[in-house]
């Protein structure tokens, strides 16, 4: 795939964006109803066919985040290759559908691109998430969005420690792109957020364009966030939560807990410090769907990826 | 019960707390929580016997607002003296239930205070919510709330309108209080919100212990904010809504909006402003909940009302 330094793709002709994986999370579900309704131009781009999908209706309709079980961690080979049966939970069955139809999951038949639109209650931002760090046309595609929205900034956050990771819905494709977008209220829509992911996937669509056009891109380095770890909520010995984010790193999101910060207040008002042995970077702060996860956030370090330049074939 | 343009009331000796009337409202659910396992103490006046109490159980366990019903409305005289049954829907069956315990509504044998603890993702800060403006004790406790917690504020939301109020668990108790406090997303702890509905429920005590002790409490006023109208977002002929609060008035709970002033922003871009006849102080702006009840928030108006003085009988 690479030669000189440069490495060499075919051109990203099928390109999904993916609103509604978690159904309470509205600027996504929005966005993607809007574009299959009546404003597909704006997602249209010469050279590229992009398919905006809900992937989980019945989450959707409901406005939860999900039926039975998560969608998002639910793209495991164990699920997709299970015998299809309807005794199967809802998002297992969702899952193999969304496999047949932008996959299968690593063949060469999967779809190019897909973009998988999430909010957070945490103060986030407008997050990319990428799932490798050897991904050389996803980390031309952060450092393009990066430039082009600048001064305003969005973090990388890099998940692909296996420990760590999870089976999401946009794996399917042979590039895949998280955008985590908040702080918003599950079930809210906010024009401020909505307005951020819009732009972004703007950007992003853009990228596609120019390197399908043969555009090439130089070599780059992207600054991301690498999750390193799950921190839960401190926990009595019958596990019931006994301390709420403190505070001083309540939406906090991305900036440096050092050993001794604050970290934690119980309900009788003590304060519990990081006791880590050097400064990390947390995100999901205090993020709704994950109390049930047991992670009241996820600790990062900053990490400089080099990205080699690249060009369609 | 008024002589001399002294308000007589008996001693308020039976009070609950009501937390987890909507399952996903974490500040109230965890306070009761607390409250009932081994923080006690800090809710026990001189002379008055408090109740902390988990309204809604299965919603709580779920996490979600409610399982079949609001049961912030169901406090109805037809529920209530509905056969009883296990094919009514479960919060009916509860309504029934804490009708039983905390009333019957309307007799002399009902709780005299029930506090009921809700969040909401509105910027409303700590509201109270009065269903009757004609209430001294309820006037005279918000009153007392307000001097106790200044500089900081709590607003006084009136709902008494036939055609707005709704029939509320806590209006079983001869005083009911509600209180709203926000913005704290569903499902979400944050520590200020949680605080802040703390230190409400501290005065509001201290205020019933000073009562029963035979403090005479003067003349006094009370402005409030009375609910006046529910807007819905604009929606098209399919009923789907089309846009969202504009962002110059997302999080202005209580901040006049005049005629003119932006209310709403279309997905295309559009600003569609508000066209009443005079100034309103929005609130409930964008609250989660509210969208199944298509309502984009309520205007209210402000009043000023008259509490005579009260001593105990
Ligand atoms: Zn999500
Ligand atoms: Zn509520």
Not at 41 to 70: L, W
Not at 92 to 97: P, S
């Amino acid at each position: 795939m690479s030669s000189n330094n440069v490495a060499s793709f075919n051109e990203a002709r099928r390109v999904a964006i993916f609103g509604g994986t978690h159904g309470n999370e509205m600027s996504g579900v929005t966005l993607v109803n809007l574009w299959m309704m009546n404003s597909r131009e704006e997602i249209q781009r010469k050279g590229v066919e992009t398919q905006p999908f809900i992937t989980n209706p019945k989450a959707v309709e409901k406005c939860s985040r999900y039926v039975d079980t998560d969608l998002n961690r639910a793209f495991t080979t164990e699920n997709l290759s299970a015998p299809h049966g309807k005794d199967l939970p809802y998002e297992v069955q969702r899952a193999q559908e969304i496999n047949r139809l932008f996959g299968p999951k690593g063949s060469s038949e999967a779809y190019d691109v897909i973009f998988d639109l999430h909010n957070t209650t945490s103060n986030m931002g407008c997050t990319l998430i990428l799932e490798s760090s050897k991904d050389h046309f996803n980390l031309q595609m952060m450092n393009y969005i990066k430039k082009a929205i600048a001064p305003d900034s969005c973090p990388v956050l890099l998940n692909e420690d296996p420990g760590l990771k999870y089976a999401t819905a946009r794996s399917v494709a042979k590039h895949s792109v998280g955008l985590e977008v908040g702080p918003q209220p599950q079930g809210v829509l906010r024009s401020n957020i909505f307005e951020a992911m819009r732009i972004i996937l703007k950007h992003a669509l853009d990228f596609i364009e120019l390197f399908n056009e043969g555009v090439e891109f130089p070599p780059c380095t992207v600054d991301v966030f690498k999750v390193s770890e799950r921190m839960d909520y401190p926990r009595d010995s019958n596990g019931n939560i006994i301390a709420m984010v403190h505070p001083n790193l309540q939406d906090c999101d991305w900036e440096p807990l050092t050993p001794g910060d604050p970290m934690f207040q119980t309900f009788d008002g003590k304060t519990i410090p990081y006791e880590g042995a050097g400064a990390v970077y947390p995100t999901f702060i205090n993020e709704a769907a994950y109390y049930e996860k047991q992670q009241a956030f996820v600790t990062t370090r900053r990490e400089t990826l080099a990205a080699n330049a690249i060009r369609k074939v």
